[in-house]
């Protein structure tokens, strides 16, 4: 069950970093960018932190707007956002034609949302990987709540150096994580033209939807002062709203790309180990 209330917002924002730091966490965060003066060295060479700030700083909002599964999702008419990402889930267990009991890598996990779905959905047991400390204690946390934490577990470590021998999985899979192509395509396809609904539709301003209350224009309304509110108080750690604030402007990009379709999520390939000898 994700964090729903505005006091799990308050206390998960900044994850990992101490409540006093949270502040400082941001602009450390946000001097990585062009537009605060940083270099593509620099984030380079910083990789790790970067990456790290971020999810330590925006996974509570992620969680508390979008739910337990951080990606997007082709969408029928009729569909409400949550049941669009777990379609696209069991989508992507049956294209990877998982089988019960089968050993499932999810490679840049978040707090596991996806990971929960499939294994359930396909009974096969699913290892998270993740290089955040914070998410990974999330996902167990939900894990346990689920009933899968017998079967799931995480793996800190960065998916660019990965921990496992060789053949430890029977598949794996990544969904909005990494850009890595694989060493044979099967098949591969933008799926975002298929979709009746555009995926972006759940950030555009323009759309209303009650299911989905909390990413209208209203509900960010309320979201924004109600966080503003809680920082003022105190409950929410200084930085908080920086951190809703570069939130909103990524949401407003990612509704400018797709509607010049110069960006999609939806990119799907499906990949096979190539058989030696």
């Known amino acids: 069950m994700s964090k729903a209330g505005a006091f799990d917002l308050a206390s998960g924002v900044g994850g990992k970093i101490d409540k006093t730091e949270v502040l400082s966490a941001v602009e450390k965060y946000e001097k990585y960018h062009v537009c605060y003066g940083g270099e593509e060295e620099e984030r380079k060479a910083n990789y790790t932190d970067m990456v790290n700030k971020y999810y330590d700083l925006v996974t509570s909002f992620y969680e508390f707007g979008w739910g337990e599964s951080f990606h997007f999702a082709p969408r029928w008419k009729g569909e409400s956002l949550q049941e669009s990402i777990k379609r696209h889930e069991h989508f992507l267990a049956l294209q990877l034609g998982l089988k019960s009991g089968q050993k499932v890598l999810d490679v840049g996990c978040g707090i596991g949302g996806p990971l929960r779905e499939i294994a359930r959905f396909s009974s096969t047991s699913v290892t998270g990987l993740n290089n955040n400390e914070y998410q990974i204690t ?3 946390e939900l894990n346990r709540f689920a009933g899968v934490d017998k079967t799931c ?19 794996v899979y990544a969904i909005e994580a990494t850009c890595h192509a694989p060493d044979a395509v099967i098949w591969e396809k933008d799926l975002a033209p298929d979709s009746p609904l555009p995926w972006y539709l759940p950030l555009d301003t323009s759309h209303f939807s009650l299911s989905s209350f909390r990413l209208t224009s209203v509900g960010r309304f309320v979201t924004r002062n109600m966080v503003k509110a809680l920082e003022f108080v105190g409950l929410a750690p200084k930085g908080s709203q920086r951190v809703q604030d ?3 402007k990524a949401a407003e990009g990612l509704v400018a790309g ?3 379709e110069i960006f999609t999520p939806m990119y799907f390939f499906l990949a096979r180990k190539p058989q030696h000898g």
């Open 138 to 140: 999330r996902g167990k």
């Open 246 to 248: 570069f939130l909103e």
């Open 258 to 260: 797709g509607r010049k």
């Open 153 to 171: 577990n995480f793996v800190k470590a960065d998916f660019m150096k990965m921990p496992f021998p060789d053949n430890s999985f029977d598949a």
